[in-house]
């Protein structure tokens, strides 16, 4: 895994006199930077946000009995089987007795043990319940992305990130259980998990506002993708935890994974710079002087609702959000479905074929965060021409590879290459979208992401609905192709919007709270003594 590389490791090293900076180390030469300490917390933490999405999408594949074993002839099944595709899936159904099961499971032992009466054969949800199982993580979702955005401004990002993380992916032990004793009981539970980790997104941009300087931003930012670093390695872990034991194990390890991540997060990470006990004075001085005013995240700052609400620049961006974030919910959640009811294969295949599109995209999110870093640095390309250029690849590219996917057919090979190509070019995102959110106004990206945030995760609830509407019964090739070039269409259509119209300069309003406050004092000055300038000082005598 690379390294997060700084701005200041591109520096030449200057010989004027370091001034000395309360709570800092001496200066270090060998001294890990706490920016890419913090980069690397950060990553392992998305890890663990999308390990909480994305567990019950493997699961479900076990946990349900496939419809083809019902025998029903108003069932639809893929064009692609043949005798050998029918009977891998009924080999691979969740359906066993108690004397053909000797794998260790701790919920239907406690409920034997408690007497209490639960689902032994599997779940024979068809595809529209299935829908709400997949769907239900974000029913509620998107009503905490501005609550976590305001509350990390004035809490920090500390506490909301690392408990909304750690709560939502800790209770997945719960699942089990919930799940055995009915749908409902599961899909509150599934809600719950959602509500939690809706705090988590948002919160992060007020962290990156304090801690990582404008031209570094693009780079750390790909931090987030570690979510698809999750998704790579746990798809297919997860595909291999069923091959070898049982579904309900997937729910052990995430919660274990969560536990283990939170203590390095409570050990390591701080707020703000100034308050971190092992940073390195020159860091320290460096991150300051790089943010100047952009820097300035003030929990006591009024904020600019209407401004916000009003800026074209700002829902400009939240449109190309919309378009990536629409064709990534739609393969992170549906991949592991798709490659098991459509082409056949089995839970460790299909798991890896899950996994291996999010590896390329965190892969192609870091090498073009640092191309598009250059490119600012050296100012070969304005700011507002490089986030176009990562939402070109962000939504036109993937909307081309998307439509290539919907008509792959039973040719595995095609869908295989076209559904890695695209979820790489959704790793533009950090870059993009992302990205832009902070470069409009750092000051309140975490509210202006949370709007988003709000609005985009609607995504996730109707992609999953459409999917099960378009699915229930039939499970073909061409029901599967309306769901692609769907997707494809939302990704195009929102990717020419921006690039029409997009900017990311930095807009009035960011800095108009912290300036008032500042100029207050000045202006009560002005007023009594009118020789007094606002600006300059005390006007010179006439």
């Not at 990562?390 to 590879?401: D, E, L, Q, S």
Request: net charge neutral; proline share 4%.
């Amino acid at each position: 895994m690379s390294t997060y590389v700084t701005e200041e490791d591109n520096l030449l090293n200057g010989n004027q006199p370091q001034p000395e900076i309360v709570n800092a180390k001496p200066t270090t030469k060998k001294t890990i930077k706490c920016r890419s300490v913090l980069w690397h917390v950060t990553f392992w933490g998305f890890i663990i946000n999308y390990m909480v999405r994305c567990n019950i999408n493997m699961a479900i594949v076990s946990m349900v009995i496939p419809r083809i074993t019902t025998n029903k002839t108003d069932v639809k099944v893929s064009e692609c089987f043949n005798h050998s595709t029918v009977a891998l899936l009924r080999n691979t159904s969740s359906v066993m007795s108690d004397e053909d099961d000797k794998t260790f499971r701790i919920e239907r032992n406690m409920m034997d043990h408690l007497g209490i009466d639960y689902n032994r054969a599997g779940f024979q949800w068809n595809e529209y319940q299935q829908s709400l199982v997949l769907g239900s993580f974000y029913w509620l979702y998107w009503i905490t992305h501005i609550p976590g955005g305001f509350l990390a401004k004035r809490y920090g990002t500390k506490l909301i990130f690392g408990w909304s993380n750690f709560l939502s992916c800790a209770t997945s032990f719960l699942i089990p259980f919930s799940a055995y004793l009915d749908l409902n009981a599961l899909l509150f539970l599934r809600t719950m998990q959602g509500f939690l980790n809706g705090f988590s997104w948002p919160a992060m941009h007020n962290i990156i506002s304090e801690w990582i300087p404008p031209n570094e931003r693009s780079q750390f930012v790909s931090a987030y993708m570690g979510g698809s670093v999750g998704l790579a390695v746990c798809y297919p872990l997860f595909g291999f935890i069923i091959s070898i034991s049982s579904w309900e194990w997937i729910f052990h390890f995430s919660t274990v994974a969560a536990i283990i991540w939170f203590i390095f997060w409570q050990y390591l990470v701080y707020d703000k710079p100034s308050q971190h006990p092992r940073i390195d004075s020159d860091e320290l001085q460096f991150i300051t002087e790089s943010l100047g005013h952009s820097g300035h995240n003030d929990s006591k700052d009024k904020i600019p609702w209407i401004a916000i609400l009003t800026s074209i620049p700002f829902w400009l961006t939240v449109v190309a959000q919309w378009g990536g974030v629409w064709v990534l919910f739609t393969l992170m959640t549906q991949l592991p479905t798709y490659f098991k009811f459509i082409h056949g294969l089995d839970y460790r295949m299909s798991g890896f074929l899950s996994g291996l599109p999010h590896i390329l995209r965190m892969i192609f999110s870091y090498v073009l965060s640092i191309f598009l870093d250059y490119l600012l640095r050296s100012k070969k390309m304005t700011r507002t021409n490089v986030r176009k250029l990562a939402v070109f690849c962000n939504c036109i590219i993937c909307g081309i590879f998307t439509i290539i996917l919907a008509y792959a057919g039973c040719d595995h090979i095609i869908a295989i290459i076209s559904v890695s190509l695209a979820m790489a070019m959704l790793g533009a995102q950090a870059c993009g979208p992302l990205s832009s959110f902070v470069d409009l106004a750092s000051n309140f990206s975490s509210i202006s992401f949370g709007i988003s945030a709000t609005v985009c995760v609607l995504t996730g609830t109707f992609s999953s609905y459409i999917v099960g509407i378009l699915t229930l019964n039939n499970q073909t090739i061409q029901q599967w192709k309306y769901v692609f070039l769907i997707s494809s269409a939302m990704s195009l259509g929102t990717g020419i919007i921006y690039l029409l119209f997009g900017s990311s300069e930095e807009q009035r309003w960011n800095k108009s709270s912290s300036k008032e406050r500042e100029m207050k004092p000045l202006t009560v000055i002005a007023n009594i003594y009118p020789q007094y300038d606002d600006n300059n000082g005390r006007k010179d005598s006439m």
